[in-house]
């Protein structure tokens, strides 16, 4: 059989999950519509109709394989064959020890990549309600911005009702508005990172009464109003915005996103009280984002309290922070082993609207989405990778190992990851086993999806 003769796969959604999927399974030689509904239908968080476009942060976070989670996740998707990882590698701009891309850049290529296809044709407009019947191949890959009436649709179907949680944007700067006669450039502990120098963060310093007035600003400040039905909606606890941290204590910010520890002015030589850090967010180095400074401040609010921020006086935003409903479904319930709707297999799930929170751990489970599509289209038997895997870790909580009565959205953590077997660890202090006992987790994960990816019968391009 070829391709000509194997009927496409819809994927409905062109973000990270949706463009991964799609990727997937035209390497896989099976032919792909992908339907993104922008620009026909906006969303409350994007700005443009690129495919695969970052609405928060341009962090992927740490790109460390052998003592993070996420950077195991990182390293298997480049082994898998990832676009989303290729074109973060491509745009990647400083950031120390994490990976961070050039917003647009990275949009740009990942939009090329897959337009330029001969498997893949992209349909604009929204797939309102449940797929057509004769769609009997459907990967739903919508996200957390879902369009009410898929989401309605499907909550009619399973009887389920959909989970939501509230997400928050940070501001970006114009570096030339950054006062570098008050602020510094340098990464936490000077750590490099993979293209980094170990000045990769701009820092801005804060003395403690400088802090304490910016906190009683922060305390005193007006907020997005919510509609009703949005009032019980509550926070991802990984993004939070800085209000909702500071209500929780005076001291919070000195040991979130403002932590001094690591970080030396140079003009004093000491550690200030306080430091608020910025990330570079493209490649030309023209723009910077605040980090962890997700906000649901008022636009005006935001500018008068930032400029306090010394450094930041007379700063210009490209864009300030901004809060959007995400929508996630109670996935431990609704979904098989291969992310199929128990209650219509001919549609998958994929993305953060399965429940998964990040940019890496949605695009993963598009990955995933879209190799067991092709081999369900080609014929092939469908096995998850090892749950030793950061993939197989992930997939297999969001699909039975969580708790359906709590479920909330996870980033990927050893702790999802089954524990190394018995005399793996050799003896050593406390610190040095945990890095051991990381590292040769690492060391599994890695080996494992290499031997699963080996075993897969699908045709690679």
């Known amino acids: 059989m070829t391709y000509s003769d194997i009927p496409p796969v819809h994927v409905i959604g062109g973000g990270l999950a949706g463009s991964e999927a799609a990727w997937q399974l035209a390497r896989a030689q099976v032919p792909v519509i992908l339907h993104e509904m922008r620009p ?39 082994i ?10 491509t745009n990647r701009v400083p950031a120390g020890s994490a990976l961070a891309v050039d917003r647009e850049g990275f949009a740009d290529q990942v939009s090329k990549t897959l ?12 797939v309102a309600g449940l797929p057509p019947v004769d769609w009997d191949n459907v990967i739903v890959a919508t996200g957390p911005l879902t369009s009410p009436d898929l989401s309605q649709a ?6 389920k009702e959909n989970l939501a949680f509230f997400d928050a944007i ?8 950054i006062d570098m006669d008050i602020a510094w450039f340098q990464s936490r502990y000077d750590k490099p990172g993979p293209g980094g120098t170990g000045k990769d963060y701009i820092n801005c310093p804060m003395d403690e009464a400088q802090f304490e007035a910016f906190i009683d600003a922060l305390l005193a400040a007006e907020q997005v109003d919510f509609h009703s039905w949005e009032t019980n909606t509550p926070y991802f ?5 800085i209000e909702v941290m500071v209500s929780r204590g005076r001291e919070t910010l000195r040991f979130g996103p403002m932590k001094p520890v690591g970080l030396t002015d140079p003009r004093t030589g000491t550690r200030a009280h306080a430091v608020v850090q910025l990330r ?14 997700q906000t649901k401040l008022r636009y005006g609010r935001q500018k008068e309290i930032f400029r306090t921020i010394p450094g930041l006086e007379k700063a210009e935003f490209a864009r300030l922070g901004g809060i959007h409903r995400n929508t996630f479904m109670n996935s431990p319930c609704l979904l098989d082993k291969t992310l199929r709707l128990k209650a219509q297999p001919r549609m998958r799930f994929a993305g953060q609207v399965t429940g998964v929170e990040g940019y890496v751990e949605s695009a993963a489970m ?34 039975g190992g969580a708790n359906e009565e709590s479920f909330q959205p996870m980033n990927v953590n050893f702790g999802l990851i089954p524990p190394l077997e018995d005399g793996a660890l050799e003896s050593a202090k406390r610190k040095e086993r945990k890095k051991q006992r990381r590292r040769l987790m690492s060391r599994r994960a890695l080996s494992d999806i290499a031997v699963w990816f080996s075993d897969t019968p699908l045709a690679a391009e």
Do not use: K, W
């Open 40 to 78: 026909i239908r906006a969303t409350d968080a994007h700005q443009t109709d690129r495919l695969a476009e970052l609405v928060c942060s341009n962090s992927f976070r740490s790109d460390d394989a052998e003592g993070n989670a996420v950077g195991i996740l990182h390293a298997e998707m480049r």
């Open 80 to 89: 898998l064959g990832s676009l989303v990882m290729a074109a973060a590698d």
């Open 115 to 126: 337009a330029d296809h001969p498997l893949i044709e992209i349909v604009r407009g929204e």
């Open 154 to 159: 499907i909550i009619n179907l399973t009887g």
């Open 170 to 177: 940070a501001p970006i700067v114009h570096a030339e508005s």
């Open 237 to 241: 606890e990984s993004c939070l915005p």
């Open 280 to 293: 570079q967010d493209n490649s030309l180095g023209t723009l910077f984002n605040m980090v962890g400074f």
């Open 366 to 399: 598009g990955l995933l989405a879209g190799r067991f599509a092709a081999a369900e289209r080609q014929g092939e038997s469908v096995t998850p990778p090892p749950a030793t895997t950061a993939h197989g870790a992930l997939l297999a909580h969001v699909t």
